[in-house]
């Protein structure tokens, strides 16, 4: 079965770095635009980042344009998510997803992975 798992979740301080990766398995990876996308406490799910099926392509979210960074290596089957300069209201629940035959994520979502936490304290 398909399955994505995050990691690289944790707490770190305000100006910190992180990186999140994703690890797919059950799925042809390069069929799939892969995003992440993150739920605060009583917040909705929002969109983050996105990276076209072959990788060269990359949109944000305005809130983390030029301090995350998404990228790909289809050889792994692994999306990572960069992220600089942490702000406390980065601070959610970061879930990878997986979208089949399109570039762009910003639809309907076919697989979500389980989520990794990140806390960023100030």
């Known amino acids: 079965q398909v399955q994505l798992v995050e990691s690289g979740g944790g707490l770190v301080q305000a100006g910190g770095s992180l990186r999140l990766s994703c690890a797919a398995s059950g799925l042809t990876f390069d069929y799939y635009g892969m995003g992440w996308f993150r739920q605060a406490p009583e917040k909705e799910r929002e969109f983050v980042a996105g990276?076209?099926?072959?990788?060269?392509?990359?949109y944000y979210t305005d809130s983390v344009k030029g301090r995350f960074t998404i990228s790909r290596d289809n050889a792994k089957n692994t999306v990572y998510l960069q992220m600089n300069s942490l702000k406390p209201e980065d601070t959610a629940v970061y879930y990878c997803?997986?979208?089949?035959?399109?570039?762009?994520?910003?639809?309907?979502?076919?697989?979500w992975g389980q989520g990794t936490q990140v806390t960023v304290s100030s």
């Open positions: 990276i076209s099926r072959g990788g060269g392509t990359a």
């Open positions: 997803a997986a979208r089949r035959g399109y570039d762009y994520v910003r639809g309907n979502i076919d697989y």
